[in-house]
């Protein structure tokens, strides 16, 4: 990321661009997703993620049918020490009953604690809690007759007798804990690496009728990873692209609540706030500007059908925004099974309870294949992202239609000639590209049609074909913009001004083309980093959105990253734990990082490739070898050239 910048209203912060979080200061842009609770909860979390103690916080897989877990605080008990109160309050701080109502009882009536701020994720082995200073003393009393057990790591009454401490004293605890990662107000992701990783808080406790209680508790929720794995799961909130012809995924991080309704709630709210300040004005929001659900009854699950009431503000949309806004609630709820809901195949929406008109049939500016429902062109992009990786065979052009054997397309021969590298399409097969002439030319062209020069440059980045056909290939030392084309088009300029003075190694476009996936070089790192595409009414790039989403903050070196779905990426890295090696690594954007393969790549790779099959990850190694994903190792693939990304 590029630091610190302002963020506008209805957006969400992401991508560690914000550092207020850290010191409990809530972001801009609307009230917190966590606040939400204050007025629905009465239940407490359950479900599961798969957060692992040790390393990269890894999410999960969906829930299915697992019955959820019911997690409930542990109330304090008499006689505990200080420390003993702080780790209680910790670990309380997961159930959300009733406005966290066994947190509460650790702390003094009259504290202010606000857990809607941020959640920090800490490492389980890294929690150190230690007194500092006491004034005061306490009083020595009789025994009582009898003595509640005590918790393990809790102090108990000696045989002798117990202290009571007198009113008033008052004690400092020190916390300190390594921070894996910080979920912010709205839900957002955001890995914590180096010096942002070590956290301590001093925290106040006084005595009341003879018990220690904190005094002036930390802003939000600490929660260690297996409190976190037991409460928080992933979902993506949808938001259509500037031109509302597709839907992008926004993932974010919420509380598994026991009331479905509940949990669906706390997605909606962060919905309708709009989406992560990164994609900028690549995407759009279906919600009128000050929307939100109303208090009674926001969200009802019946059967199959979600019904979202909305606030007065709603009826300010126009009929493009409700069709979009229907179409964003839908697909998004659609995502929830993960977060413990029914599955979900219609969404109701109302005013007030009120009817809420959204019309139907050809809404102006929409422009789709066949429908006018941006969830629906949303399930065609999906299904198109089976098309095969692609390759070379003798300077021809071809597809890994049977695995590993690359099937030359003879359609495609008016891309061959000698020296060509790295073929590229779009998701639906409809525009081809070939790097050329020693990588100062990017030929293109559709099936049995005649090839062109679509973009000229010096040592160009391998090819990626969006969308709408534009064809994207940048200069390993771009400037202030880059100039991107396409058949039959002029040329587009894209400004970029945060590429320069960077040297770019590899730009992939997502399919649905809102989002640039950018390898960049600047001095002794490597960033992957993913930013929004903005475009014109016509569709035309017109620049690449800036505050990128730094997706692995720890890493130390990037070989090629390339899209695997519409939520995740595979990216060739060394990290700051292992630097001397390369992997293959799994990460979801605005999410978690986790191996791919369990062995690093051959130390020549430069580049990757991701498949559909059962063989699902190619690697180019510097030699001209290919080697594929194999049981949790690299297999090298005889007579293989150049497998590449689709995109």
């Known amino acids: 990321m590029t630091g610190d910048r302002h963020v506008p209203a209805g957006r969400a912060t992401g991508g560690g661009t914000t550092t207020s979080w850290m010191n409990g200061v809530l972001p801009p842009g609307g009230a917190p997703w966590l606040a939400v609770l204050g007025v629905l909860l009465t239940a407490v979390l359950a479900g599961c993620a798969g957060v692992p103690q040790e390393g ?145 808080v001093t925290l106040g406790l006084v005595a009341r009728h003879g018990e220690w209680r904190i005094s002036d508790p930390p802003p939000g929720l600490i929660l260690t990873t297996a409190v976190f794995r037991n409460g928080f799961r992933s979902a993506p909130l949808y938001f259509p692209d500037a031109g509302g012809t597709t839907l992008v995924p926004d993932l974010r991080w919420f509380p598994v609540l026991a009331e479905p309704s509940a949990t669906a709630a706390l997605v909606v709210a962060a919905l309708l706030r709009g989406p992560v300040d990164w994609l900028g004005d690549a995407v759009t929001n279906g919600a009128a500007p000050g929307t939100s659900m109303t208090a009674l009854a926001p969200v009802r699950i019946e059967g199959s059908t979600a019904r979202v009431d909305l606030s007065r503000a709603a009826r300010n949309a126009t009929p493009r925004q409700r069709v979009f806004l229907r179409a964003q609630l839908l697909a998004t709820m659609k995502g929830l099974d993960g977060l413990g809901l029914p599955s979900i195949d219609d969404v109701v929406i109302t005013q007030d309870q009120a009817r809420y008109d959204v019309p139907a049939g050809s809404v102006p500016g929409v422009q789709t294949e066949s429908s006018n429902d941006p969830a629906e062109r949303l399930d065609r992009y999906e299904a198109s992202l089976a098309q095969p990786p692609l390759c070379l065979n003798n300077d021809h052009v071809g597809q890994l239609l049977a695995g590993t054997v690359c099937t030359t397309r003879p359609l495609l021969d008016a891309l061959s ?162 630097p001397a090696h390369i992997f293959a690594w799994q990460v979801s954007v605005g999410g978690a990082t986790t191996l791919a393969v369990a062995d690093p790549v051959p130390p020549d790779a430069v580049g990757l490739a991701v498949g559909v099959d059962l063989v699902d990850l190619f690697v180019r190694t510097r030699s001209g070898k290919s080697y594929a994903r194999w049981f949790g190792g690299w297999r090298v693939i005889d007579n293989l050239h150049d497998p590449t990304l689709p995109g």
């Open 56 to 200: 990269p916080v890894t999410p999960a897989g969906p829930l299915g049918a697992r019955a959820p877990q019911v997690l409930f605080g542990a109330r304090p008990q008499r006689g505990e020490s200080p420390e003993a109160v702080v780790r209680g309050f910790l670990q309380a701080g997961a159930d959300f009953g009733k406005d966290h109502q066994v947190a509460r009882e650790y702390l003094v009536p009259d504290s202010e604690w606000r857990p809607e701020a941020p959640v920090l994720v800490v490492a389980d082995d890294s929690i150190s809690v230690q007194e500092e200073a006491t004034s005061g003393a306490p009083v020595t009393a009789p025994s009582p007759a009898s003595s509640p057990t005590p918790r393990p790591g809790r102090s108990a009454p000696s045989a002798g007798g117990s202290s009571r401490l007198e009113d008033g004293t008052t004690t400092r605890v020190r916390l300190t804990a390594t921070v894996l990662a910080r979920v912010d107000a709205g839900g957002v992701y955001t890995p914590v690496t180096g010096d942002g990783a070590k956290k301590a």
């Open 417 to 578: 000639q000698p020296g060509i590298r790295l073929p590229a399409t779009d998701a639906g097969g409809t525009v081809f590209a070939v790097l050329a002439a020693k990588g100062t030319q990017v030929l293109a062209a559709s099936v049995g049609k005649p090839a062109d020069v679509v973009v000229r440059g010096a040592q160009l980045t391998a090819p990626s074909v969006d969308a709408a056909g534009w064809v994207w290939s940048v200069p390993a030392l771009p400037k202030s913009s880059f100039t991107v084309g396409g058949l039959n088009r002029g040329p587009a300029q894209v400004e970029a001004p945060w590429l320069a003075g960077g040297r770019v190694l590899s730009l992939r476009i997502s399919p649905e083309g809102a989002r640039a996936l950018v390898v960049v070089r600047r001095g002794d790192r490597t960033q992957v980093v993913v930013a929004g595409v903005r475009r014109d009414a016509t569709g035309r790039p017109r620049a690449l959105e800036p505050g990128a989403l730094d997706l692995m903050p720890d890493a130390v070196s990037v070989v090629d990253a390339g899209w695997k779905d519409a939520q995740q990426v595979v990216v060739l890295a060394a990290t700051a734990a292992v």
